[in-house]
């Protein structure tokens, strides 16, 4: 009977402190992000990307939109997988919202060698005209 209550204490808890659907929002748009660079979803890539975004990568290569997508349309910049292990979103006042995460990124350089990277990353989210905006992200090695 103790562990039936501890059971549902635990959900209940679980269920209580889960994020709040606009949060949960941008942390399926941050995902989904990841798929279209690697399914090179330029279309996609342009719209939740602001026109401001810079695009830190854990090299320290800093990116505008436009050379982000020319680079994916190049080969320059080629993902071939992103497994998130991990993501949290912390909104403000429903206009911004900072994501963390953290993850594993394959890809090719541009000399066609494998790379495999377990990064920590920060994206930072802005609601424009009742969309979120990808205006800053920014990535480090474990």
């Known amino acids: 009977?103790?562990?039936?209550?501890?059971?549902?204490?635990?959900?209940?808890?679980?269920?209580?402190?889960?994020?709040?659907?606009?949060?949960?929002?941008?942390n399926q748009l941050h995902?989904?992000?990841?798929?279209?660079?690697?399914?090179?979803?330029?279309?996609?890539?342009?719209?939740v990307m602001d026109e401001s975004i810079k695009?830190?990568?854990?090299?320290?290569?800093?990116?505008?939109?436009?050379?982000?997508?020319?680079?994916l349309k190049s080969g320059k910049l080629n993902y071939t997988g992103v497994m998130v292990q991990e993501s949290s979103v912390t909104l403000f006042n429903n206009?911004?919202?900072?994501?963390?995460?953290?993850?594993?990124?394959?890809?090719?350089?541009?000399?066609k060698t494998e790379f495999n990277i377990h990064l920590l990353y920060t994206e930072v989210y802005v609601k424009s005209k009742k969309q979120w905006k990808l205006v800053s992200r920014h990535a480090c090695k474990i």
């Open 31 to 47: 995902k989904k992000k990841f798929e279209w660079l690697i399914t090179k979803n330029y279309d996609s890539l342009n719209w």
């Open 95 to 111: 206009k911004s919202a900072v994501v963390t995460g953290k993850g594993t990124f394959k890809g090719l350089m541009p000399d």
């Open 55 to 71: 695009f830190i990568h854990s090299n320290g290569w800093v990116q505008s939109k436009k050379e982000v997508i020319e680079d």
């Open 1 to 26: 009977m103790k562990n039936r209550v501890l059971l549902a204490l635990l959900f209940i808890s679980t269920v209580a402190l889960s994020q709040n659907p606009e949060a949960e929002k941008v």
